[in-house]
């Protein structure tokens, strides 16, 4: 992960080829009948990053099968971020998210995402095990709206609506057993749908962990939508985690298993670079990463720079997790 250095409508493909003469190009390609064999067949890198696309970001996700459950309904404790809501474009053409690629405009790659079937698996130390469908989970669950903070390590952030469940409820549909000291959550793996995950030197599949206390906190949530939609693939469809009080890397994406265990997991970074990724990565202005200062995050829409807020400005709700745990706010442990 490198620190932004330009802001993302400053990327020089984007000044080449700005979104009108994609829109025109793919207006026209529709025109000749030829939008489907260009975006499944001659697309590739050819026409990068001008590529035809049904889908643009921003748009209605295509091919889900929970758009009938959106919007779903305000929790009124999570609707006041301090700051103004990320325009919807932005935030879903710039994204973290390795399995389509190391760069920020995997958005058209992660289109090959298939999200159905998509099997969850509970397990571990649990007393109710089960794998059931997405579909099945995300229909069991009582889906709210909150708007959170967020922040990536690389030090930028937006303001984001996500759509979804408290991680707690998934919690309590497990039934972890006493000794359960850690929720252990990995991402999918496919290296023919993800060329990402053919990158050897990565350890995949995606994998991260947070304490039962901390997978039970109010504001450790599952996502399944934002901006009022099911979530588009480059967000981490169909289910991903946001723990708005760390380190975006922290909020794996497209989830198939989760496993209550007595160890602490190792995370995917953790794994790849244990002396700049932790295990906590609780958001810290005061501890800087090995390579650069946390002390400040540009926003990604605005470009406009403030001041980085601990816990992502959320103390009141988690900072008791770690008054027991030595350097529990910190980067590494
Ligand atoms: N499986 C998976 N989850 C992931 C990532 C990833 O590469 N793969 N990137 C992480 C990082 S570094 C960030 S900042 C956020 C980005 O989420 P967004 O693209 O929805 O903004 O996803 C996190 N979850
Ligand atoms: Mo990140």
Same mark, same amino acid.
């Given at each position: 992960?490198?620190?932004?250095?330009?802001?993302?409508?400053e990327?020089?493909e984007?000044a080449?080829?700005?979104?009108?003469?994609?829109?025109?190009?793919?207006?026209?390609?529709?025109?000749?009948?030829?939008?489907?064999?260009?975006?499944?067949?001659l697309?590739?890198?050819?026409?990068?990053?001008?590529?035809?696309?049904?889908? /643009?970001?921003g748009d209605?996700?295509? @091919?889900?099968?929970?758009?009938?459950?959106?919007?779903?309904?305000?929790?009124?404790?999570?609707?006041?971020?301090?700051?103004?809501?990320?325009?919807?474009?932005?935030a879903?053409?710039? &994204?973290n998210?390795?399995?389509?690629?190391?760069?920020?405009?995997i958005?058209?790659?992660? /289109?090959?995402?298939?999200?159905?079937?998509?099997?969850?698996?509970?397990?571990?130390m649990? @007393?109710?095990?089960?794998?059931?469908?997405?579909?099945a989970?995300?229909?069991?669950?009582?889906?709210?709206e909150?708007?959170?903070?967020?922040?990536?390590?690389?030090?930028?952030?937006?303001?984001?609506?996500?759509?979804?469940?408290?991680?707690?409820?998934?919690?309590?549909?497990? /039934?972890?057993?006493?000794?359960?000291?850690?929720?252990?959550?990995?991402?999918?793996?496919?290296?023919?749908?993800?060329?990402?995950?053919r990158?050897?030197?990565?350890?995949?599949?995606?994998?991260?962990?947070?304490?039962?206390?901390?997978?039970?906190? @109010?504001?450790?949530?599952?996502?399944?939508?934002?901006y009022?939609?099911p979530?588009?693939?480059?967000?981490g469809?169909?289910?991903?985690?946001?723990?708005?009080?760390?380190?975006?890397?922290?909020?794996?994406?497209?989830?198939?298993?989760?496993?209550?265990?007595?160890?602490r997991?190792?995370?995917f970074?953790?794994?790849? /670079?244990?002396q700049?990724?932790?295990?906590?990565?609780?958001?810290?202005?005061?501890?800087?990463?090995?390579?650069?200062?946390?002390?400040?995050?540009?926003?990604?829409?605005?470009?406009?720079?403030?001041?980085?807020?601990?816990? &992502?400005?959320?103390?009141?709700?988690?900072?008791?997790?770690?008054? @027991?745990?030595?350097?529990?706010?910190?980067?590494?442990?």
């Open positions: 992960m490198r620190i932004i250095r330009r802001r993302s409508w990327l020089p984007r080449v080829t700005p979104e009108a003469v994609w829109r025109d190009r793919r207006a026209v390609l529709k025109g000749l009948g030829m939008a489907g064999a260009v975006a499944g067949g697309g590739g890198g050819l026409l990068m990053p001008g590529r035809a696309f049904a889908y /643009q970001p209605p996700t295509p @091919d889900t099968p929970w758009t009938d459950l959106y919007p779903v309904k305000t929790n009124p404790a999570y609707t006041d971020p301090g700051r103004p809501v990320t325009v919807e474009k932005t879903s053409s710039y &994204n998210f390795y399995e389509f690629g190391t760069h920020k405009r958005w058209p790659d992660a /289109q090959k995402l298939k999200v159905q079937p998509w099997t969850v698996t509970i397990d571990g649990v @007393d109710a095990p089960q794998t059931l469908d997405a579909d989970l995300i229909r069991r669950m009582a889906l709210e909150r708007i959170y903070r967020f922040r990536c390590v690389e030090a930028w952030s937006m303001v984001v609506p996500w759509s979804g469940f408290p991680l707690a409820d998934l919690v309590k549909l497990a /039934q972890p057993k006493a000794g359960a000291k850690y929720l252990r959550m990995e991402t999918f793996e496919d290296r023919e749908m993800a060329h990402g995950q990158s050897i030197w990565l350890p995949w599949p995606y994998v991260e962990g947070l304490t039962m206390a901390e997978a039970t906190n @109010d504001l450790a949530f599952i996502a399944t939508g934002i009022g939609k979530l588009p693939r480059q967000h469809a169909p289910l991903r985690l946001v723990v708005p009080w760390k380190y975006g890397f922290k909020s794996i994406k497209s989830i198939v298993r989760f496993t209550f265990t007595d160890e997991p190792v995370s970074w953790e794994q790849l /670079q244990d700049e990724y932790g295990f906590w990565a609780n958001v810290n202005p005061e501890v800087s990463h090995p390579r650069w200062s946390q002390a400040r995050e540009q926003v990604i829409d605005t470009g406009e720079e403030i001041p980085t807020l601990k816990w &992502n400005g959320y103390g009141d709700q988690v900072a008791g997790l770690y008054t @027991d745990i030595r350097d529990g706010d910190r980067l590494f442990r």
